[in-house]
């Protein structure tokens, strides 16, 4: 069982960053794709970020390119989502994901992937 933790959301204002990490636990985290998404309130989740197991490609939605990075360290077992120049738009419960087949596939749908953490809430004040 791949167990995942969010941490590093709270509160900023407009125009500030927060950095996110998710700890994983199980020795094959290495070979999972890792994605971000997001969940604001009356809204169905939505894909933010992805990245491949060897951190070789990444994927933005639009709204959030240029300024959020996402990165990994397989070493640490942990994937973050650095959130610059935040709007109150991204204003979210934000999640990350483990794709178990991401050796062989990309993919921004969230039913592609099979373990998720419990949630941290991200909230840009205006």
């Known amino acids: 069982q791949v167990r995942l933790v969010e941490s590093g959301g709270g509160v900023v204002q407009t125009g500030g960053s927060l950095r996110l990490s998710c700890a994983t636990s199980?020795?094959?985290?290495?070979?999972?794709?890792m994605g971000w998404f997001r969940q604001a309130p009356g809204k169905e989740r939505e894909f933010v970020a992805l990245i491949t197991w060897s951190s070789g490609y990444t994927l933005y939605t639009d709204s959030v390119k240029g300024r959020f990075t996402i990165s990994r360290d397989n070493a640490k077992n942990t994937v973050y989502l650095q959130m610059n120049s935040l709007k109150p738009e991204d204003t979210a419960v934000y999640y990350c994901?483990?794709?178990?087949?991401?050796?062989?596939?990309?993919?921004?749908?969230?039913?592609?992937?099979?373990?998720w953490g419990q949630g941290t809430q991200v909230t840009v004040s205006s």
């Open positions: 199980g020795s094959t985290f290495s070979r999972y794709a």
């Open positions: 994901a483990a794709d178990p087949r991401g050796l062989t596939r990309i993919t921004t749908a969230s039913w592609e992937y099979d373990y």
